[in-house]
């Protein structure tokens, strides 16, 4: 498969195209899925399925690659979040020549009840490498954890949100940038061009976003 060359503007929609092309995203706006916390939803996003596929896994690592040489310049260690994070925070850091660590959920409970495996040291500037932005509270957890350690985290990378605006207005309360490759419009316009969901669905997808909790009611 020819992958097209990455640019911080068509990140989004090659991210979309690669996502859905796999199957790592699916859409039943009229059949919608259960999410684990009850929640109907028209979308089910599972991107732990790119790593079976060395092309666009090494697309995503790129993305994040080019995200952190343009914006990022100073960043010192990639963090990945435990567990999902964690591969695709491995191939960044390869790519960058940078080291490497990873965050716990929580602190173990063994030993030396590390939450962070590998060293962050004071004031080092950490890039959090995330899969997937929902509500954003494990991943503002995770970087929390690094501030708390001492590093000074730059900004929380993401592969695609849902663009919940409770999300947003959560990383902004406690001052953390968030950037992502793709997201939940990009994909709804990729998936429209494509044909994988009819015109008239689209308008129900886009309202899932703004008001999830109503979705399906």
Request: aromatic share 8%; charged share 20%; proline share 4%.
């Amino acid at each position: 498969m020819q992958l097209t060359k990455l640019t911080l503007s068509n990140l989004p929609q090659e991210i979309a195209k690669s996502l859905l092309k796999i199957g790592a995203v699916a859409l039943r706006p009229n059949e919608p899925f259960t999410w684990t916390s009850g929640l109907k939803s028209p979308i089910y996003c599972d991107n732990r399925l790119t790593m079976g596929y060395p092309e666009i896994r090494d697309m995503i690592a790129e993305g994040f690659a080019t995200i952190i040489r343009e914006r990022y310049q100073d960043a010192a260690i990639i963090a990945g979040t435990s567990t999902a994070g964690i591969p695709h925070a491995a191939w960044v850091s390869q790519k960058l020549n940078l080291p490497m660590a990873y965050i716990r959920d929580k602190a173990k409970g063994h030993g030396k009840q590390n939450q962070i495996e590998g060293r962050i040291a004071e004031g080092q500037k950490v890039i959090v490498i995330e899969d997937l932005i929902s509500t954003g509270g494990s991943s503002l957890k995770a970087a929390q954890a690094v501030r708390e350690a001492g590093g000074e985290v730059l900004a929380v990378l993401a592969i695609f949100t849902y663009q919940f605006n409770s999300a947003a207005k959560s990383f902004e309360d406690d001052g953390f940038q968030l950037e992502t490759l793709s997201n939940y419009s990009a994909l709804i316009q990729e998936a429209a061009q494509q044909g994988l969901v009819a015109e008239a669905d689209v308008a129900t997808l886009q309202a899932w976003r703004q008001n999830p909790q109503s979705f399906g009611k």
